[in-house]
T-cell receptor
Framework: ETGVTQSPTHLIKTRGQQVTLRCSSQSGHNTVSWYQQALGQGPQFIFQYYREEENGRGNFPPRFSGLQFPNYSSELNVNALELDDSALYLCASSLVGHLYGYTFGSGTRLTVV | DQQVKQNSPSLSVQEGRISILNCDYT??????FLWYKKYPAEGPTFLIS?????DKNEDGRFTVFLNKSAKHLSLHIVPSQPGDSAVYFCAAILPTQGGSEKLVFGKGTKLTVNP
């Protein structure tokens, strides 16, 4: 059973640029959620995807968008990067209805300069 | 507005002693709580959970207590081991408008267990 894998592990972007982060969900999981963890904070919910559609969103602006693919993998896209977007981005997969069965990836550390 | 609060950023204990990590919440809608452990360069891993219909749940060295009237949870680790050194997050499940559910996390408590 494979876990959740995220790529890349680290990246540096310039303010105003766009970035795409990728996540492969755990085998057997059909739901993917994305969280942002800023320094010294707990993870904050960005959005969740199920059946290739967004079915829940946190308090993040529209420049944060995502996709889920038929194999349940997912992408997080952030446009017009701002310095405050610097954070650890965590992907978590689960089986619908089993939220306590979340499996998190190791995250992507994004630095915006 | 922090709905889940972990007011102690750090805690240091001696190996073999008890570690007690605290968590307070403000939203009465929360009915399921989880504790996650996070090592550096790794994602959070699920540790233990508790439903609001219970006041205690045990799993080996880990016990979570829930006091609904006080809106307070605590995680007890007995005995503490150096390998328990990590950041511990308290989280609650909250429904979203889209029909899904999300985790609402506290800021975490960094536990250091000294040999």
């Amino acid at each position: 059973e494979t876990g959740v894998t995220q790529s890349p592990t680290h990246l540096i972007k310039t303010r105003g640029q766009q970035v795409t982060l990728r996540c492969s969900s755990q085998s057997g999981h059909n739901t993917v959620s994305w969280y942002q963890q800023a320094l010294g904070q707990g993870p904050q919910f960005i959005f969740q995807y199920y059946r290739e559609e967004e079915n829940g969103r946190g308090n993040f602006p529209p420049r944060f968008s995502g996709l889920q693919f038929p194999n349940y993998s997912s992408e997080l896209n952030v446009n017009a990067l701002e310095l405050d977007d610097s954070a650890l981005y965590l992907c978590a997969s689960s089986l619908v209805g089993h939220l306590y069965g979340y499996t998190f990836g190791s995250g992507t550390r994004l630095t915006v300069v | 507005d922090q709905q889940v609060k972990q007011n102690s950023p750090s805690l240091s204990v001696q190996e073999g002693r008890i570690s007690i990590l605290n968590c307070d919440y403000t939203n009465s809608m929360f009915d399921y709580f989880l504790w996650y452990k996070k090592y550096p360069a790794e994602g959070p891993t699920f540790l233990i959970s508790i439903s609001s219909i219970k006041d205690k749940n045990e799993d080996g060295r880990f016990t979570v207590f829930l006091n609904k009237s006080a809106k307070h949870l605590s995680l007890h680790i007995v005995p503490s081991q150096p390998g328990d050194s990590a950041v511990y997050f308290c989280a609650a499940i909250l429904p979203t408008q889209g029909g899904s559910e999300k985790l609402v996390f506290g800021k975490g408590t960094k536990l250091t267990v000294n040999p």
